[in-house]
């Protein structure tokens, strides 16, 4: 592998403290590439390393290690280098770490950092997670209303070394409340009229989110008004922090990554699965594997219910399991588009009964296939059985059901995440397991009663 190519130089470098070779190599490459050719080593090795490369390199390197060997370097290395290292990083990053270090080591650490870094750790640990506060930077670039744009520009190449990013300048009054918003662009778009004011120059209406807020709702006001970043501000509109499009790519991965968790009946890991115990595994399967066990003892019950129909037409049991796979299948694809559509806000809540026209016309439309398909099998499977045979409607049983089973299956399934969300339950943790049960039951209900229908018609 190609991250593997350095490691013996990289070692016998450590081994012979070749410090000019280290440099090189920490300055070389993209500090991406860099981190990558460092895998292979442990963390002990990789912060040596790291101790060669120029403190705002040195950050840079760290920030695209692997998130376990990040936490291992908090914890096994001297707490004054951390804490210079601390000091680096960007604001919302040093919180995230901090977060996953052991308390000890925490206090540990603050005290060795100045004191306007430890409020800004100490202020960020305060909010909630999932919330805007949790994941905003506080570094962003701000400047005076009443500034005209000469001063602004060299307001800005002051702030600019220790800013995360540029995109957007923001306006601020002398009470920090948020005022307005130039871009990069609008100032190097005016740079030969340097005497314009930014109050003549900035756009008022500005695009913001509370520091409370919860993430997923900045994740869509960013997707929606095609952001870079957005300001977040307290409840009296004072500029708090921004929320740059990076973090809102790591929101949306991880929300995603909770919701695909949920969709399979998976209380979300808190940790990534490798990091994960074994009995926090089996607690988070086991609790729905639980109640999905209980829901196929109601399917149970259902087929004990209509024994004695069985017994006497015992060729139906040869068409149940596709049956009920046809009718939970129609039922966890529809949940599953709501669910997805909730989540991006393409469905509301108050939408149900255009949600409803619509999947009954598709679930309609699905069993009249699957039906044709359903007719077919039930010839072949039964053109020589004569306890089938001796039924003049006998083949009509499975299609008739599949129509009905798809159609219900679609039905339930689209409508199980409104109600859900109606009721402010999370629909992706548990929509498809109440779904997946029943949509069996109903299965069994309709073929008996529609089996029952057409042989009871002819006997």
């Known amino acids: 592998m190609v991250n593997t190519l350095y490691l013996p130089e990289l070692r016998e470098y450590l081994a012979e403290q070749n410090i000019a070779e280290l440099r090189e190599f920490c300055t070389a490459l993209h500090p991406a590439r860099t981190a990558e050719f460092m895998e292979g080593l442990t963390a002990a090795e990789a912060w040596q390393v790291l101790q060669h490369a120029e403190v705002h390199l040195r950050e840079q390197i760290f920030a695209y290690f692997d998130h376990d060997k990040q936490i291992e370097i908090f914890h096994t290395q001297s707490r004054p280098d951390i804490a210079a290292l601390i000091v680096e990083l960007a604001s919302d990053d040093r919180v995230d770490l901090l977060q996953e270090v052991d308390p000890k080591i925490v206090d540990e650490l603050?005290?060795?950092?100045?004191?306007?870094?430890r409020r800004n750790i100490v202020r960020l640990r305060a909010y909630g997670e999932g919330t805007a506060g949790a994941i905003m930077s506080t570094e962003f670039a701000r400047v005076s209303e009443n500034l005209c744009?000469?001063?602004a520009l060299s307001e800005l190449s002051r702030q600019a070394e220790n800013l995360e990013t540029i995109y957007y300048i923001y306006v601020i009054d002398d009470a920090n409340h948020l005022r307005g918003v130039v871009s990069a662009r609008q100032l190097v778009s005016k740079i030969g009229k340097p005497e314009t004011r930014l109050s003549d120059l900035m756009e008022t209406e500005v695009i913001a989110v509370s520091a409370l807020d919860d993430q997923e709702e900045v994740a869509r006001a960013v997707a929606r008004f095609d952001l870079m970043a957005i300001p977040v501000v307290d409840h009296e509109?004072?500029?708090v922090g921004i929320i740059t499009h990076d973090?809102?790519?790591?929101?949306v991965r991880a929300e995603a990554f909770e919701d695909v968790q949920?969709?399979?009946g998976v209380t979300p890991l808190q940790e990534s699965y490798l990091r994960a115990g074994l009995m926090t595994l089996s607690w988070k399967r086991g609790t729905w594997l639980t109640i999905l066990f209980f829901t196929a003892i109601c399917t149970l019950s259902a087929l004990k219910y209509y024994e004695r129909q069985l017994e006497q037409w015992p060729w139906l049991v040869f068409f149940l399991p596709l049956i009920m796979s046809c009718g939970g299948n129609a039922g966890n694809q529809s949940a599953t588009?709501?669910?997805a559509s909730l989540t991006v806000d393409d469905v509301r809540v108050r939408d149900w009964l255009q949600v409803l026209r619509r999947e009954l016309v598709v679930g309609l439309t699905l069993g009249l296939f699957l039906g044709l398909f359903g007719l077919t099998v039930s010839w072949l499977l039964t053109r020589h059985d004569p306890a089938a045979n001796k039924y003049q409607y006998s083949a009509l049983i499975v299609p008739l059901t599949l129509i009905l089973v798809v159609t219900c299956g679609a039905v339930f399934g689209s409508l199980l995440p409104l109600l859900f969300k109606r009721l402010g339950v999370d629909p992706a943790l548990m929509s498809n397991p109440f779904v997946a049960g029943v949509s069996d039951i109903l299965a069994i209900v309709i073929?008996?009663?529609v089996a029952f229908a057409l042989l009871q018609a002819v006997s």
């Open 447 to 449: 073929y008996m009663k």
């Open 337 to 339: 588009l709501i669910i």
């Open 247 to 251: 973090d809102v790519i790591d929101v």
């Open 237 to 239: 509109r004072r500029m």
């Open 110 to 117: 603050l005290p060795l950092l100045p004191p306007e870094v």
């Open 149 to 151: 744009l000469r001063d």
């Open 262 to 264: 949920r969709i399979a």
